[in-house]
């Protein structure tokens, strides 16, 4: 079993939805849960950060982890067709030593197109 | 600050020739990493330093892999003898010991042939 599970899609949904991305773990020692946005032939872009349990917004953008259920949630409101992109949840353990710097394990990857 | 910067952006070469990856990441930043991504197996960590000490290169694949970071500014990955099989998108990032997620160049994208 990989440790981070993601569905890779592709999604395909219309401008303007709400779209619902998600990823599943299996270490209860991840400390550090991520979500990276990478549009096609470019590196990943860290788009929401978080090591608590609960909702964390900014924008459009709600990334939502649940420890109990080892399920990491990113909800895109109002989607735009330059939402379109792959997405990638990552988790993260901190590093002996380091204050918060970790290594990171990442997900599959959603391929997600916004339609206009 | 220009970001993590790789070079080369693309590279194809043949069986068998020597490649070398090279990256510059932020300055400041304490911890370098090399990533390797397929469609088939995604975003692999393969090493990663500290300081410019190799810290964990547990995901280094085979003998043939190998990376340097002679200082704080420059690392390289090189893969002695190439094969077909080694075709990915290679990916650098740094990040500082205070964590907050980690910046990613372009990568490389090279292909084996």
């Known amino acids: 079993q990989k440790e981070v599970e993601q569905d890779p899609g592709p999604l395909s949904v219309p401008e303007g939805a709400i779209v619902s991305l998600n990823c599943t773990y299996s270490?209860?020692?991840?400390?550090?849960f991520m979500w990276y946005r990478q549009y096609s032939r470019k590196g990943p872009e860290l788009l929401m950060y978080?090591?608590?349990?609960g909702n964390k917004e900014d924008g459009r953008f709600t990334a939502q982890v649940d420890k109990s259920s080892k399920y990491i949630s990113l909800f895109i409101r109002d989607s735009q067709p330059s939402d379109s992109a792959t997405y990638l949840c990552?988790?993260?353990?901190?590093?002996?030593?380091?204050?918060?710097?970790?290594?990171?394990?990442f997900g599959q990857g959603t391929r997600l197109t916004i339609n206009p | 600050d220009a970001g993590v910067i790789q070079s080369p952006r693309h590279e194809v070469t043949e069986m068998g020739q020597e490649v070398t990856l090279r990256c510059k990441p932020i300055?400041?930043?304490?911890?370098l990493f090399w990533y390797r991504q397929t469609m088939m197996r995604g975003l692999e960590l393969l090493i990663y330093?500290?300081?410019?000490?190799?810290?964990?290169d547990s995901g280094m694949p085979e003998d043939r892999f190998s990376a340097k970071m002679p200082n704080a500014s420059f690392s390289t990955l090189k893969i002695q003898p190439s094969e077909p099989r080694d075709s990915a998108v290679y990916f650098c990032?740094?990040?500082?010991?205070?964590?907050?997620?980690?910046?990613f160049g372009s990568g490389t994208r090279l292909t084996v042939v």
């Open positions: 990032a740094s990040t500082t010991f205070r964590g907050g997620g980690y910046t």
């Open positions: 270490n209860s020692a991840f400390q550090y």
């Open positions: 978080t090591y608590s349990s």
């Open positions: 990552a988790r993260g353990i901190l590093i002996q030593g380091a204050q918060g710097a970790q290594k990171l394990v």
């Open positions: 300055s400041g930043h304490d911890y």
């Open positions: 330093f500290n300081n410019n000490v190799p810290i964990d």
